[in-house]
């Protein structure tokens, strides 16, 4: 199995600490995984708007290295999972609208809201997007795009524990 993990927004320029957290996770779930962290930290790295449209980019760019392994080391779609946070989880989503073939499952973490709430499914996280596609929803508290994030259900199965808006602890 192959996981794609790819970063949100970011204010600091570098790696939040949920990233090797998660990382760790995964090998430990699936010591002969391969986990790939995606790193689009100069352009997420942005005044909020111009990083939401890079997502675009990085989109394709991740569903062209997607198809490259495919293409290349004969890995299989039903290998890769893509698990995407924030602006992450769109860039998730364009990766696999782009690629030749459905990939198996894309999970979305708290996919962001401002400009997605009401985007076209090409342009954000979508069902459309992967055989599978789960969400969790944690920070969608008030009025659509005013919450961080998106309110609406773009995967399979959308969860939103405490309702998504508060998330104690």
């Not at 790696?15 to 998660?22: G, H, I, R």
């Not at 290295?65 to 924030?86: A, D, K």
């Amino acid at each position: 199995k192959t996981f794609i993990v790819i970063h949100g927004w970011t204010v600091t320029g570098m790696f939040e600490s949920w990233v090797p957290k998660l990382v760790s996770a995964l090998y430990e779930r699936e010591p002969s995984a391969n986990v790939i962290v995606v790193d689009w930290l100069t352009r997420a790295n942005q005044h909020y708007p111009t990083s939401a449209a890079y997502t675009k980019l990085v989109g394709r760019d991740v569903a062209k290295f997607v198809t490259w392994l495919q293409n290349e080391l004969q890995l299989p779609w039903e290998r890769i999972h893509l698990l995407g946070y924030s602006l992450g989880a769109h860039v998730a989503g364009i990766a696999g609208g782009l690629t030749d073939h459905k990939i198996s499952r894309i999970t979305g973490l708290d996919p962001a809201g401002p400009t997605f709430e009401h985007a076209d499914n090409q342009d954000t996280l979508s069902k459309d997007d992967a055989q599978f596609v789960d969400v969790l929803h944690t920070n969608t508290r008030g009025s659509p795009d005013r919450s961080i994030g998106i309110q609406r259900p773009v995967g399979h199965i959308d969860i939103y524990p405490n309702g998504g808006t508060f998330q104690p602890g």
